[in-house]
Each structure stands twice: as structure tokens, then as C-alpha cells.
């Protein structure tokens, strides 16, 4: 059932067992493992079917440090949340990504990669893919076109991509329908409200830009609005605790982590669809798309000391073309052409083919070999470092509910430059061995007195601002994302996430949120 903020009659204020904060991808991924059970299930989302009701004004904030693309381009408020933005890649992380490096400071989560892929089968369900997608199999139904690499430093790492992404729009009729769980429309959550010892959520202060405030009652509250804004709900809600729920040592907003994307060289390919073909070429099985890409080896990332990292072919410079096509896109499918500007749309059209390869390239589909050319760019996406310094942060300024905006510091380190420097040299030394062709890096990769942040960006990923942790001094949720410290609040989405690797985070974000829907359960069925 669905019921509107903006009409008061049909507002039933029931306590329910569970309240979920957001529909994006962890959201709906979690309130879909309760469909027709005992337990009774309230979505609360702050936008609506529209993809713009106006609330999305509210996730504007002020950028402190280097660009981050993440906080507007990156969220989007309304049912289904950002899968209406994702491209449909899924991508396991690696083993080693779960794992302590002594070379990353910060590194390691407190469950085994082992516990997290056991809910991957469940996730690829989610989908619309097979349940043994990625583990390993997948590449038996077709060949590996590859170009001979030295798999002691570069391994082929693959993705699906799900022909059931816009999450919203597969659950909308199931959930009309459903006796168990309701989904509020256009009621935006403005603070976590806690009972009189501080140990418990007692309810969340919702508001409706028409309508007074309202409080929902429950006896579980997950918060998965995105690592942004998961944080901010956290550090805003202060009657109780002067830093924030779950933030009495300082934790909440830290460790800011996004995947950080470079343009590192520029390939003049001897033969372009050889090229193509052995980097990312994209195969369908059995109704499938997968895309293949070069990874960092796990021998190389030690040997080196680097972060995890992943490369394809580009033809085009990515900077000037994705973030409007973005915006157009946007714009075209909520019909409200204002939210992408003149200049956007001039951008895409005097640059048709680059608009249709970063398109392909991010929906995964194959490049057609009139659409290649002989100069080719290698970029590459590397792990961002854990850094408490990096954060999101509570402004001065308010938005149109009072609610303190987002202030970002967005901080990247050496360690990040270097894996790009070392992602670089390693394909150079390859391509050039195996006589792909010509490969020139750009000055700013070598050059250690360039500003090199101007040539690097997010890639709309943001995690890890609610980390994970087997212990309340070094993160602020527990191994089932319990808050330490609140008994019942609970944290779905990347933003629990200790560590990112290179790989998309829906597929593992997702993973977890089952994970948690089943703790949840055993917990429920035990009172």
C-alpha cells in the first residue's frame, strides 16, 4: 500500500515493526525480504513516483576541498531512489578487499568476504539474474578474449548487468498490493528521535513541505538513505546526543570513500577492435550482458603496496560529456526539461557519438567498430583509502525543512596517486609487450609537483561514513549494522561499508541488506 505525506485522512500512525528510511536499492532490498510475513513494514521516502518533487533541492549542501560530484549527481530522492541512475552493473568486491592491509591504514572488515558472498546468490535474484552469477562459472559460456596479459599483474574481472535494474518500478505493483508493508510517499525524515535513556529510537520526525510535522513509531528503524545522507540524519538529530546519534566518538560522517576515476594515458591501437575486444568488450549469455574489464592482480597490489583498481578503453574525454548527458537524462525522464540547462543540451548534441559510447559503455553494451577509433584513452578506477579526515560535516546553512545542509571535505591521499601512477606504468609496460601499440602517459601522472586532484573525480559511489566495526571505538555500526549504542537502529547501503575496492557497491550493498533482513527476523520472532 501507498499512502502520501501530503494527504493527512489517509495517514494511519500504528506502530510497526519495522521502519525503513529510503526505497533506493538497500531499502526495497530489505523491505522485500518481509513481503508476506508477520511483520508489518513502513517505507518512509522523500520523494515520489514523479522522479522530482521538489525534495531534491534538499540534498544540496557546500563542497569544502576538491570537487565531489557525488552530492548532487549522485542521490536523487523518489521511490526506487538512485537505481533510477544506475546503469545495472553488478560487480562482486574481492577477497582481499575484506581483508587487513598493513600498507592501507584502516583497512579490513570485521566479516570475511566468505559471509558476504553467501548473500549473493540471494541479491542476484533481486536482479533478475541467475543465482551464480559472477561466481566464477559465468565465463565458462563463452570464450575469454584475451590479449595474453601477465595474469601476475593483471587479471580479467567481469560484471552483469541486471535487465531488472529500476528497483522501483519492478516492486511498485507488489507492494500496491501487499498487506504487510506500506510505503509513504513525499514525507521527508528530518531527525531520529530518542527516549529517555539515549538507548533506543523511539520514533523519526517526518514533514511534508504542505503539512505540520508527524512522528512514526517502531520497534526497528534502519536508515538507508545513502552514505550521505544516512550521516547527516545521524549528526542532525542532537536533543539527546550533543554530537548526533551513534556519535560519541566522533565516527559518524568520517571515512569518506568514493572510486576515483582518471584518465591516466592516451593508446594509439594498432588494431582498435582487438584492443576493445580484450579490455571491455561486452558478451551476452543466456540473455545476459556481461563486460569484462583488466583488474590489479592481488600479487601486484602487495608487491607494489597499492590499492585495488580496475582499467577500460575510453574514446572520449568522459569530463566533458557524462555529467550533462546525466543531467539530460534526468530531465527527459521526469518530462521536466529545466532540470538539465541550455549548455547541457547543446554539449550532447554537438557530441553525438560521445554521448552514445558513454551511454553504452555504462549500460554495458557492445561499441559497434564504426564507433572506434584508432586513438584510444585508458582510464582507470581505483579504491579510495580509508581517511577519517575525509567527511561528511553539518553546515551553518539550512534547507527548506530547518535541517542543517550537508558540508562535504571530500580528502584524497598519496596512496590513491600512486595506484593510478602504478596502474599506468603496468599497462604501458603490457600493451607495450604484447605490441598493442603506442601508449603515452600524461605528464600529471609522473609529475610529482602537479596539482593532480584537477585530474581525477568521483565516480558517484560515496561509502563508508557509517563504518562497520567489531568494536565501537573504531566504527559506528556492529557486524549486523546495528548502531552501537542505540538498541534498536540499524544501517543499510555503503555507508557501512570499512573498505570499497573498485567494484560498483549496489551488488554488495544489496548482499548486505539480506544479510540484515535475516538478523532482523531472528530478532523479531525472539520477542
Given at each position: 500500500m501507498f499512502i502520501d505525506a501530503f494527504r493527512s485522512e489517509e495517514i494511519s500512525l500504528s506502530e510497526v515493526d519495522i521502519c525503513i528510511v529510503g526505497s533506493g536499492v538497500a531499502g526495497l532490498s530489505l523491505a522485500r525480504e518481509f513481503l508476506d510475513s508477520k511483520y508489518t513494514v513502513l517505507v518512509v521516502e522523500s520523494g515520489d513516483f514523479s522522479g522530482d518533487n521538489g525534495t531534491n533541492a534538499l540534498n544540496a549542501g557546500i563542497i569544502d576541498g576538491l570537487p565531489y560530484r557525488a552530492l548532487i549527481n549522485g542521490r536523487t530522492r523518489g521511490f526506487g531512489g538512485t537505481s533510477e541512475l544506475w546503469g545495472g552493473q553488478c560487480t562482486r568486491m574481492n577477497k582481499l578487499d575484506f581483508e587487513q592491509r598493513d600498507w592501507v591504514p584502516f583497512s579490513g572488515w570485521p566479516i570475511t568476504y566468505d559471509e558476504v558472498a553467501g548473500f549473493y546468490p540471494r541479491a542476484a535474484e533481486v536482479f533478475g539474474l541467475r543465482r551464480d552469477v559472477l561466481d566464477g562459472t559465468c565465463t565458462q559460456d563463452f570464450p575469454i578474449n584475451e590479449l595474453g596479459i601477465d595474469h601476475t599483474t593483471l587479471q580479467t574481472v567481469y560484471s552483469a548487468f541486471s535487465p531488472k535494474r529500476f528497483l522501483g518500478?519492478?516492486?511498485?505493483?507488489?507492494?500496491?498490493?501487499?498487506?504487510?508493508?506500506?510505503?509513504?510517499?513525499?514525507?521527508?525524515?528530518?531527525?531520529?528521535?530518542?527516549?529517555?535513556?539515549?538507548?533506543?529510537i523511539s520514533g523519526v520526525s517526518v514533514r511534508a513541505s504542505n503539512r505540520s510535522e508527524l512522528t512514526i513509531r517502531a520497534k526497528t528503524f534502519v536508515l538507508s538513505c545513502g552514505a550521505i545522507e544516512n550521516a547527516r540524519l545521524l549528526l542532525?538529530?542532537?536533543?539527546?546526543?550533543?554530537?548526533?546519534?551513534?556519535?560519541?566518538?566522533?565516527?559518524?560522517?568520517?571515512?569518506?570513500?568514493?572510486?576515483?576515476?582518471?584518465?591516466?594515458?592516451?593508446?594509439?591501437?594498432?588494431?582498435?577492435?582487438?584492443?576493445?575486444?580484450?579490455?571491455?568488450?561486452?558478451?551476452?549469455?543466456?540473455?545476459?550482458?556481461?563486460?569484462?574489464?583488466?583488474?590489479?592482480?592481488?600479487?601486484?597490489?602487495?608487491?607494489?603496496?597499492?590499492?585495488?583498481?580496475?582499467?577500460?578503453?575510453?574514446?572520449?574525454?568522459?569530463?566533458?560529456?557524462?555529467?550533462?548527458?546525466?543531467?539530460?537524462?534526468?530531465?527527459?525522464?521526469?518530462?521536466?526539461?529545466?532540470?538539465?540547462?541550455?549548455?547541457?543540451?547543446?554539449?550532447?548534441?554537438?557530441?553525438?557519438?560521445?554521448?552514445?559510447?558513454?551511454?553504452?559503455?555504462?549500460?554495458?553494451?557492445?561499441?559497434?567498430?564504426?564507433?572506434?577509433?584508432g586513438s584510444a584513452r585508458l582510464s582507470c578506477v581505483v579504491e579510495q583509502a580509508p581517511n577519517p579526515d575525509s567527511r561528511i560535516l553539518l553546515s551553518d546553512s539550512l534547507d527548506s525543512l530547518?535541517?542543517?545542509?550537508?558540508?562535504?571535505?571530500?580528502?584524497?591521499?598519496?596512496?590513491?596517486r600512486n595506484t593510478l601512477r602504478v596502474m599506468a606504468e603496468t599497462f604501458t609496460e603490457e600493451f607495450n609487450r604484447l605490441g598493442i601499440g603506442s601508449v603515452s602517459r600524461f605528464d600529471w601522472i609522473d609529475d610529482d609537483g602537479s596539482d593532480w586532484g584537477k585530474n581525477v573525480c568521483d565516480i558517484l559511489h560515496a561509502s563508508g561514513t557509517t563504518r562497520m566495526s567489531d568494536n565501537p571505538g573504531s566504527g559506528v555500526v556492529n557486524t549486523n549494522c546495528k548502531v552501537f549504542d542505540v538498541e534498536n537502529l540499524y544501517l543499510a547501503g555503503s555507508s557501512v561499508f570499512p573498505t570499497s575496492g573498485y567494484a560498483n557497491p549496489v551488488f554488495t550493498m544489496t548482499a548486505l541488506a539480506i544479510r540484515l533482513g535475516d538478523h532482523l527476523k531472528l530478532n523479531l520472532s525472539a520477542e
Open positions: 518500478r519492478e516492486l511498485r505493483a507488489i507492494l500496491e498490493q501487499s498487506s504487510n508493508i506500506s510505503v509513504l510517499l513525499n514525507g521527508t525524515v528530518t531527525e531520529l528521535l530518542q527516549d529517555e535513556s539515549g538507548s533506543r542532525v538529530s542532537r536533543r539527546k546526543e550533543e554530537k548526533g546519534v551513534g556519535n560519541r566518538r566522533d565516527l559518524v560522517g568520517r571515512f569518506l570513500q568514493d572510486h576515483v576515476i582518471a584518465t591516466v594515458a592516451e593508446i594509439d591501437a594498432k588494431e582498435p577492435r582487438t584492443l576493445y575486444r580484450g579490455v571491455c568488450l561486452v558478451r551476452r549469455s543466456g540473455g545476459i550482458r556481461y563486460s569484462q574489464k583488466l583488474g590489479l592482480s592481488d600479487d601486484l597490489q602487495k608487491k607494489n603496496r597499492v590499492l585495488n583498481g580496475v582499467a577500460t578503453i575510453e574514446y572520449d574525454d568522459n569530463n566533458v560529456i557524462v555529467e550533462p548527458l546525466v543531467r539530460v537524462y534526468r530531465a527527459l525522464r521526469t518530462k521536466n526539461l529545466r532540470q538539465a540547462g541550455l549548455r547541457d543540451y547543446m554539449t550532447v548534441m554537438a557530441h553525438p557519438m560521445a554521448a552514445i559510447r558513454a551511454a553504452a559503455t555504462n549500460l554495458g553494451y557492445a561499441l559497434p567498430s564504426a564507433a572506434l577509433g530547518g535541517v542543517p545542509r550537508i558540508k562535504v571535505q571530500w580528502i584524497l591521499t598519496d596512496s590513491e
